[in-house]
């Protein structure tokens, strides 16, 4: 798969442009990257992976075992004590500010808490997206294009979010409101989505909505995306390719398929029996477990 994509197609039936480039070219990659923040505490230890556009990247591991600052890391959220990171072939360790701007807007951020601003629209929330676009006056006085505008609401509409255009965000379920951090981040354009537990508020039909849109987004827009996530199952449903880390080393790095029951074990640092995957279904449940809360 190294064709290119030609201009970007259709997301739900509307029609959404991009500067993208190719496809399954490699876009991002991380070679020996670690990150220290006490004198002995290692968040990261030499990361190595890449990513490809429009390839779906699932993150798992136990909590602590550095997720959140790899994902940090790409975007320099978080700066990496060592090792390089390339995104489109320039490495981004070394940016300066506007070389930093520009990266930004490539690489939109999808939050657990959504972090909107509640009182306002939800098509301004989503304009804020074009943010690192403006010159910072014309971002604080709202100044957007005809288009932009548009462009919102096209990406609104894709997203289900129409009737709530007009709605103050503080008026919105979880689920609506994940959806318009979603479109915030795609009106940036942007080339990478990286996603800190997207669905972890959420319950099971609004996270599998979120689920559906970040999947369709790689692929009717060849949009690259990293996504953290407790949900073993969620991530092997949706992934291309799995990362599993541990005490911020990567232990394991492959598709679905490969990943076994002792691997996950393995990325969880766990015995058999340990993990919420390994409790027998409801009625399955027989023995002595059983009979104590039954006798109790
Ligand atoms: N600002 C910080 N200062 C010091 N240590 C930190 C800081 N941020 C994170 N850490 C440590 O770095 C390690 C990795 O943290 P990180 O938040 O990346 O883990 P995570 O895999 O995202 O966990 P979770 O699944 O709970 O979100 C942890 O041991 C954490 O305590
Ligand atoms: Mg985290």
Redesign the pocket.
Known sequence: MNEQSGPRTTMCGVALTSNRGVLMTTLLKLDNVSKQ??KD?W?LQDVSFSAKSGEFVSII??????????LRCVNRMIEPSQGSIQFQGKETTSMGRQELRRLRRSIGMVFQHFNLVERLSVIENVLHGRLGYKNPLAGAIGIYSQVEKRKAQDILHALGLTDHMFKRCDQLSGGQKQRVGIARALVQEPELLLCD?PIASLDPSASKTIMDHLRSITESMGITVLV?L?QVDVALHYSDTIIG?NG?KVVFRGTPDELTQDRIHHIYGSASGELIMDAPAQGKLKGEAQLAYEIG
């Open positions: 923040y006490g505490s968040a591991g136990p909590s602590g075992a550095g997720k959140s600052t790899m537990e953290n407790h880390v911020g």
